[in-house]
Every structure is written in structure tokens, then in C-alpha cells.
């Protein structure tokens, strides 16, 4: 592989189309590389976000079972006592905690997957485009 820059207007046709394939080579073994990096570093942190959203889904759900029990008990205690009340504001803060924990979940999704590997790719395909025109 050439590490001298070449003069394209002062080489064969021939010599610039070796180096160009040679280049290109070079340059999609590079992309796949950082892809790969790239690619470990985004299933960490959407591990992450998953788990979150796992851990505020399961909070959810036993907030809705204990606001299920609320409701059963508030009919009971409509005919008597006042044993929902203990229910709901348990059920309430379940809901909160879920509601907080959701967010902190989103946070740690990846906006933009590949997001540096894409910048990478766009800048060495205009490269090339610019090397084809001169």
C-alpha cells in the first residue's frame, strides 16, 4: 500500500485505478473496524436502557396490580372501612417510581447508531467522488 500521497495528474490511468482499489481496500477495512468498535460500544448502552426499561415496566406492573386491589378494596370499604387508601397511595408511588425510571431508561438509548462509522463513510465516499472527478 502507497504511503507517499500521489499526484493523480501526473500518474498513468492504470497506476490510479491500482491505488484507488488499494485505498478503498484499505479504507473498508478501516470502516468494518470501526464499525465493529462502534457497534460493541452502542449494545452496552442500549444493555443498559433495556434493563432500565425492564426494571420501570416491572415497577408499572405492580403498580397497576395494587391499584387493582385499591379499587377492589374501595368497594369493600364503601360498604365499611377505609381499607383502599393505604392501596392507592402505595399503587401511586409505585406509578411514580416507574415514571421516573422510564426516563433515565430513554437517556441511555443511542440517538444515533453508528453515528461516528456514518460521518467516517460519507467523508471518504465524498473523497472518492472528488478523486474521480479530478
Do not use: C
Not at 74 to 91: C, P, Q
Not at 94 to 113: D, N, Q, S
Request: charged share 20%; proline share 4%; hydrophobic share 50%.
Amino acid at each position: 500500500m502507497l504511503n507517499i500521497p500521489s499526484h493523480p495528474h501526473a500518474m498513468p490511468t492504470g497506476d490510479i485505478l491500482r491505488e484507488l482499489a488499494s485505498n478503498g481496500s484499505l479504507l473498508i477495512q478501516r470502516q468494518v473496524k470501526l464499525a465493529e468498535q462502534e457497534a460493541r460500544r452502542n449494545i452496552k448502552q442500549e444493555t443498559k436502557s433495556a434493563e432500565l426499561f425492564g426494571v420501570a415496566g416491572a415497577v408499572a406492573y405492580a403498580g397497576v396490580i395494587v391499584l387493582l386491589v385499591a379499587a377492589a378494596l374501595g368497594i369493600g370499604a364503601a360498604l365499611g372501612d377505609r381499607f383502599w387508601a393505604g392501596a392507592l397511595i402505595i399503587g401511586g408511588a409505585l406509578l411514580l417510581i416507574a415514571g421516573i425510571l422510564a426516563p433515565i431508561g430513554w437517556k441511555f438509548h443511542v440517538k444515533r447508531p453508528l453515528r461516528r462509522t456514518r460521518e467516517e463513510l460519507d467523508k471518504e465516499l465524498s473523497w472518492g467522488r472528488a478523486q474521480l472527478t479530478t
